[in-house]
C-alpha cells in the first residue's frame, strides 16, 4: 500500500524548477518592472484605501467634537437664560397685584381713618415695587414716548396738533419688562 507521502516523495524527484542563474540580478536591476508595478499598485491603492478610511474618521471625529462644542455652549446659554429669568413666572402672576394696589392708590381718602389706610397701603405698594424692580422688573415708559410696537400695544388714537404723528398720548395699562425680555407691552393711546 503506497501513501500520499510516498507518492509526493516519487514525484519529488520528477518536479524540478530551473532558474536562471541570475535571478538575483535580474530583480535588483528591476527588470521584472510588471511584477513589481503589480505589487506597488496594489501597496497603493491600500495605502490610499486606508488614507481614505483615515481622512473619514477624522472628520467624524471633528464633526463629533463640534457637535458636543456646541451642545456646551447651548446648555451654558440655557442655564443662563434660565437664571436671568427665574422670576419670570411669579413676577408675570404679580403684575395684575402691582395694578390693582396703583388702582387703589388713586381713590381719595376723605376721613382721617382712610388716610391712615392709604398711608400704610403706599408703604406695602412702594416695598411691593422695591422688591419686584430688585428681581428685574421695570415698567416701560411710554407717555409722550414714539409708538414701538415691541414695547407699546395701541388700543386708541386719539389727535393732538401739539405733538407729531406716532407719539403716546396717553398710557391705559402699564407695561412692565424683566430684564430685557417683556413681559406685558404698555396698552396706549396713540396720536394720528
Do not use: W
Request: aromatic share 6%; hydrophobic share 35%.
Amino acid at each position: 500500500m503506497t501513501t500520499v507521502n510516498d507518492e509526493f516523495k516519487e514525484n519529488e524527484e520528477a518536479v524540478v524548477i530551473e532558474t536562471p542563474d541570475n535571478t538575483d540580478d535580474i530583480i535588483e536591476s528591476g527588470e521584472n518592472t510588471e511584477e513589481n508595478e503589480i505589487v506597488e499598485n496594489g501597496e497603493d491603492t491600500i495605502v490610499q484605501e486606508l488614507t481614505d478610511k483615515l481622512q473619514e474618521e477624522e472628520n467624524k471625529r471633528f464633526r463629533l467634537l463640534a457637535d458636543y462644542e456646541n451642545f456646551k455652549r447651548r446648555a451654558s446659554l440655557d442655564k443662563e437664560a434660565l437664571q436671568k429669568y427665574r422670576a419670570q413666572n411669579v413676577v408675570t402672576n404679580l403684575i395684575p397685584v402691582l395694578d390693582n394696589f396703583a388702582r387703589a392708590l388713586t381713590v381719595e381718602a376723605k376721613t382721617e381713618e382712610a388716610q391712615t389706610m392709604m398711608t400704610g397701603l403706599d408703604m406695602i405698594y412702594r416695598t411691593f415695587v422695591q422688591a419686584l424692580e430688585d428681581e428685574g422688573l421695570v415698567e416701560i415708559q411710554a407717555l409722550d414716548q414714539e409708538f414701538d410696537p415691541n414695547f407699546h400695544q395701541a388700543i386708541m388714537t386719539g389727535s393732538d396738533e401739539d405733538k407729531p404723528s406716532g407719539i403716546v398720548l396717553e398710557q391705559m395699562q402699564a407695561g412692565y419688562m424683566l430684564k430685557d425680555r417683556v413681559l406685558r407691552p404698555a396698552m396706549v393711546k396713540v396720536n394720528e
